[in-house]
Nanobody, 121 residues
Framework: VQLAESGGGLVQAGGSLRLSCGAS????????MGWYRQAPGKQRELVAR????????TYADSVKGRFTVSRDNDKATIYLQMNSLKPEDTAIYYC???????????????WGQGTQVTVSS
């Protein structure tokens, strides 16, 4: 599975950005996809995740009510709509996919290259 991200950039506080992550390759066994972020000097944080099938979602408390993760109908691209951005949202955002291993209950993780989001005050 290969993941390609786009949509990062520079925005003023209070603004919006939308990140996209397209998956290619063996996408039929993707169990969930989502976004992590990492800011300099901080731990990596799971921002949002969307599960296949029921399309249930989870969010970090820090982004609830401001960020929305969604997936398009072909289940191969996800989006992260980020509204009311704050300077503390500044980070590199990484898309990930958890893919089931055939014949096993385990999963394998795949990662995008990361996209920079910078929010100025």
């Amino acid at each position: 599975v290969q993941l390609a991200e786009s949509g990062g950039g520079l925005v003023q506080a209070g603004g919006s950005l939308r990140l996209s992550c397209g998956a290619s390759g063996s996408t039929f066994n993707i169990n969930s996809m989502g976004w992590y972020r990492q800011a300099p000097g901080k731990q990596r944080e799971l921002v949002a995740r969307i599960f296949s099938g029921a399309l249930s979602t989870t969010y970090a408390d820090s982004v609830k009510g401001r960020f929305t993760v969604s997936r398009d109908n072909d289940k191969a691209t996800i989006y992260l709509q980020m509204n009311s951005l704050k300077p503390e949202d500044t980070a590199i955002y990484y898309c990930f996919a958890l893919v089931g291993v055939e014949g096993s209950v385990s999963e394998r993780d795949y990662w995008g290259q990361g996209t920079q989001v910078t929010v100025s005050s």
